[in-house]
């Protein structure tokens, strides 16, 4: 297995792809824009329908705010909106912004995970930002969309490990296949890396900046920072339950 890493690191750059995205991500971006396509063709009367069935919406678990039946889709929705509202999006420019992050930072933990365990992920933090918009939103009839929540998931997750190639990032080209097979060290050295202190630190003042003052996603909603914070906590702490990459006993090199 070393020798394989090895060869892989030092293989003559020549022979190396230009873009190497994991074809999981291929497929969630395609995906992604292939839906904003068929929102933008089928009309504004049925869009509205698709969002009141698949968007997340506070409201819906709320009697008070909806009765029963006003809202489609029913139980189900209650439960698939959790994931759903991640796969639509305001419009091209949406999709694109959180495009580009997935392929920054959901590459190198596509890579890490592979393909199954990645899409479990990414269903997992989303449904943890939705989760905590819900807590922090009760009863708020405006509908939440985007892939964000799950995009700040794998932010999340590419800091448990792209520092554990001798101080260098995981999406670095000579090093992120040699990152991707690295044992993640443990939280508490992680969370004492001035470097993750810096972009967390840096990407929560934005978050909470742009969620209290910049308007932004559809009608007069705002940023939902809650629910970026929620699938950012979720893919920070639930990392190693799909990291397949393991430390070893004897492996001292990253202990707490």
């Given at each position: ?10 293989a003559?750059?020549r ?34 329908e ?12 709320d009697?008070?705010?909806?009765a ?13 909106t ?10 091209f420019?949406?999709?694109?912004i ?12 596509a ?18 930002g ?14 939440m ?20 190639t001798?101080?260098y ?13 690295m ?52 893919g ?13 006993p ?7």
């Open positions: 297995m070393i020798g394989v890493l090895d060869a892989t690191r030092h003559d750059p022979h190396q792809p230009i873009f190497n995205v994991p074809a999981v991500i291929v497929v969630l971006v395609a995906l992604l824009v292939a839906i904003q396509l068929v929102r933008q063709l089928v009309g504004e009367e049925l869009d509205v698709i969002l009141a069935l698949f968007a997340f919406i506070p409201a819906r678990f009697a008070t705010v909806f029963d039946g006003v809202l489609p889709g029913g139980s189900g929705a209650d439960v698939w959790f994931v759903t509202y991640a796969f639509l999006h305001a419009d420019m949406h999709v694109g959180n495009a580009l992050w997935l392929l920054a930072f959901g590459s190198p933990v890579r890490r995970f592979g393909a199954g365990r990645f899409l479990v992920f990414f269903l997992f933090t989303a449904a943890a939705a989760g905590l918009h819900l807590l922090t939103h009760a009863g708020e009839p405006i509908p969309i985007g892939a964000s929540a799950a995009v700040s998931g794998c932010m999340a997750a590419a800091l448990r490990f792209m520092f554990a001798d101080g990032a995981a999406w670095r080209a000579d090093t992120a296949q040699h990152a991707a097979h044992p993640a060290p443990p939280l508490g050295r992680v969370l004492r890396d001035r470097r993750v202190i810096s972009f967390v630190a840096v990407w929560f003042a934005i978050n909470i900046a742009f969620g209290l003052g910049a308007p932004s996603g559809i009608a007069s909603g705002s940023v939902a920072w809650e629910a970026h914070i929620g699938g950012f906590l979720a920070l702490f639930a990392f190693p339950l799909f990291d397949p990459v393991r430390r070893t004897g492996d001292r090199r990253y202990a707490d």
